[in-house]
């Protein structure tokens, strides 16, 4: 397959292109990206024969912060009515063999229209992949998707587990607890869930840790540590949540964030603060060469133009400022699904 589909947040197809672009480049690929604004995806196209494919399987997931799934596909499929699964599977007998098959699209208002065709298509095409011997358990980490354009049109591609989303759309759906304080609150248990490997999760937040969150009213963030027994220092002028306060677990300072330094060295820093994203990225970085925590989690609010190249900047400068101080440490950056103009950022120092 010749080309490379990517899910994204509608609004944000130009910095995904600009993303894909460079890595792409940087793996010895080079191509030109379609993008239609506000359609929740991109194509980006290569000459190659199985350029898509290859460069798939080269890339790590958890690496790209603007997409939601990734994709080799070969040119859009045009559907006839009454024939659609037939010209699909005549299609999928080009692809390498798969153990699973996943009907999507993107995730839009006009495409969310499709959902009713989408649900009658599903039994129809499992049955015939099935039964043309395209689906083998055999294939194991090898996912078919059909991406639906509208009723006439798809995109038909294979995925590989080594680098893609194990969420259908690539999205990560939580249920806002009745006790959150705020919707926000999301943000921050899909990171926890998204940075913090499953096999770490219980002692890298566990009872007994303390954490400090800057711009912390009314809660959303605070609460998400206070359910794990986790003592929070809240760092706002605003008021907090009556009930989180009434945990005992919450230090309720009402100073600014960007002034504030903890008496002693916290297990985690969060922050949500409504800032140019380079002066958070600073303040960030000031903590952890500090030694003043060794974990951060934190959100970049992001222009509306050039996103990509704002948050490489401020990669760039936290980067140099830790180099700066001798700090070890990993990294990951998310557009989360919970996020909206802005992305997710998390350091851990080694």
């Excluded at 991109?42 to 990734?70: C, K, M, P, S």
């Excluded at 809660?219 to 986790?230: D, H, P, R, S």
């Excluded at 969060?270 to 925590?293: F, H, N, Q, Y």
Aim: aromatic share 10%.
């Amino acid at each position: 397959m010749k080309n490379v589909l990517v899910y994204c947040r509608q609004g944000f197809e130009k910095d995904c292109a600009a993303e894909l672009s460079e890595v792409a480049s940087s793996k010895g690929f080079y191509g030109y990206a379609k993008v239609v604004p506000d359609a929740g995806y991109i194509v980006y196209n290569f000459d190659q024969a199985d350029a898509g494919e290859t460069l798939i399987q080269q890339l790590n997931f958890n690496r790209l912060i603007f997409a939601r799934q990734i994709i080799a596909v070969n040119d859009v499929i045009e559907l006839e009515q009454g024939g659609r699964v037939e010209s699909l599977l005549e299609a999928a007998r080009e692809l390498p063999l798969a153990e699973e098959i996943w009907i999507e699209t993107a995730d839009t208002n006009d495409a969310k229209a499709l959902s009713g065709l989408i649900k009658k298509l599903e039994k129809p095409l499992r049955e015939g992949w099935k039964r043309s011997g395209v689906l083998r358990n055999k294939a194991v980490g090898v996912r078919h998707h059909v991406f639906m354009l509208d009723g006439e049109a798809a995109y038909l591609g294979v995925s590989y587990a080594a680098c893609r989303s194990e969420f259908p759309m690539g999205i990560r759906r939580l249920r806002f607890p009745a006790a959150g304080p705020s919707r926000s609150t999301l943000k921050l248990e899909e990171a926890f869930l998204q940075f913090v490997p499953e096999q770490t999760l219980e002692a890298d937040l566990t009872e007994g840790m303390t954490a400090v969150d800057l711009g912390a009213a009314p809660g959303g963030w605070t609460y998400q540590f206070v359910k794990k027994g986790i003592h929070v220092i809240a760092i706002d002028n605003g008021p907090m949540q009556k009930e989180l306060m009434s945990t005992g677990l919450v230090e309720h300072e009402k100073a600014d964030g960007f002034k504030y330094e903890p008496p002693y060295t916290v297990d985690w820093l969060v922050c949500d603060m409504v800032e140019r994203p380079i002066k958070v990225a600073e303040l960030m970085a000031k903590w952890l060469a500090s030694g003043w925590t060794r974990r951060a989690i934190f959100n970049l609010k992001l222009p509306m133009k050039k996103r990509y190249q704002e948050v490489t900047l401020c990669l760039q400068t936290i980067e140099g400022l830790l180099r700066k101080a001798g700090v070890s440490y990993q990294y990951q950056v998310k557009h989360l699904y919970h996020d909206r103009e802005e992305v997710t950022v998390c350091i851990m120092v080694k």
